[in-house]
């Protein structure tokens, strides 16, 4: 195959390397660096080798088809106007790599269908509660929010970006929904992302997929949604007792998986504290710290379908290095991808499994549950 100049731009920009960094990493011209991504002359071969390692790709990765890549205005970002041009392309190409791992797992093993209904036509409260209902989850809260996305078809994927700028982001690929979630946020915070994108998959479905996937208005009305799935009306107001003490909200906000921040604006937005009430209590979030950190913290939710289809390969004896050579990717973007789960096990060669070998004709089916 022929070295793909596409491919060594982005192998660059998923690392958050600018032309002129690897130029001085190299020792040449950024005017060589322009030219090897255009394709208007290749790198020699020690060149390239050198690239591979700065950029911490094999060197078998450059020579792949065109990437699937992710424009920018198809992906709803939690935070999109915290973003650096950089932090933004780094993120959207792990999604690249996760759509690239995503198909790997799909030609071996059959997934959950998505089950996502167009609510654009109902307010963000509207559309949570009817999504609860046709989900059949009532009223109640949601113990694991990561395995019922799941349940429903959305593939979620782990970002590791050690960068408090990126929370959070969704898009469709091939008609099946993504949502990549930061795993340097708390385990809280992270759960308020996930319904967040999935505010924007249910209800903003069109404009993403038609280029027009930010706007305030959009993303205020997928924090309401966040709130309003995460936390129903109903029985919010139902616990309202005695919850205007931050002990209280602390009790409480176990129950719900959310933030002591989002829980309180929650009850504030539906009347149930005065404003002196609240403003007590943001005073006393921000005091303790609570923005940023949680008091009795959840534990991280992880993916069950990424778990399993891991504990398949491993009794198949495919081991996290055959994943990786498969994809020309290192064991490390594998993990990041993957809320860094291990898939330890002898190798496939050592099994008689090679690379080659084609998709099983009958895919086990998984399912979150």
């Excluded at 924007?200 to 027009?212: A, I, Q, T």
Aim: aromatic share 8%; proline share 5%.
């Amino acid at each position: 195959m022929n070295l793909n100049p596409s491919r060594l731009e982005f192998a660059r920009m998923r690392r958050g390397w600018t032309k002129a960094r690897l130029a001085n990493e190299l020792g040449v011209q950024v005017r060589s660096v322009q030219g090897y991504e255009s394709g208007e002359y290749a790198p020699e071969p020690e060149r390239l080798s050198q690239i591979g390692a700065l950029l911490q790709f094999p060197e078998e990765f450059f020579f792949g088809d065109d990437l699937p890549l992710i424009d920018e205005h198809t992906a709803s970002f939690r935070s999109m106007s915290k973003m650096s041009a950089t932090l933004k392309r780094t993120a959207l190409g792990a999604g690249t790599t996760a759509f690239l791992l995503n198909e790997w797992i799909e030609e071996r093993f059959r997934l959950p269908e998505a089950d996502l209904p167009d609510l654009s036509d109902l307010s963000p409260e509207d559309a949570a509660a009817t999504l609860r209902r046709m989900w059949g989850i009532g009223e109640a809260p949601i113990n694991n929010l990561t395995h019922l996305l799941e349940l429903k078809g959305i593939r979620v994927y782990s970002l590791a970006i050690e960068a408090k700028e990126v929370d959070a982001f969704s898009v469709w690929h091939s008609g099946r929904p993504f949502v990549f979630l930061n795993t340097f946020k708390t385990a809280e915070h992270s759960r308020f992302d996930a319904a967040h994108e999935l505010g924007h998959l249910v209800r903003d479905r069109h404009s993403m997929l038609h280029g027009d996937a930010h706007s305030p208005e959009m993303e205020k009305e997928a924090n309401a949604f966040a709130g309003a799935f995460l936390m129903p009306k109903n029985t919010i107001t139902a616990h309202r007792a005695g919850l205007a003490t931050m002990g209280k909200l602390i009790d409480m906000k176990r129950i719900w998986g959310v933030s002591l921040s989002a829980l309180a604006f929650r009850m504030n937005q539906l009347g149930l504290f005065t404003e002196w009430t609240y403003r007590n209590l943001c005073i006393q979030i921000g005091k303790y710290g609570y923005r940023t950190t949680e008091p009795n913290p959840m534990a991280p939710e992880s993916s069950q379908v990424l778990r399993k289809v891991f504990d398949s390969l491993r009794n198949e004896g495919v081991s996290r290095t055959d994943i990786a050579r498969d994809l020309c990717l290192t064991q490390q973007d594998i993990d990041n991808l993957t809320f860094g789960l291990t898939l330890s096990g002898v190798s496939s060669a050592a099994r008689g499994i090679g690379r080659q070998s084609p998709p099983s004709v009958s895919k086990p089916k998984l399912r979150a549950v």
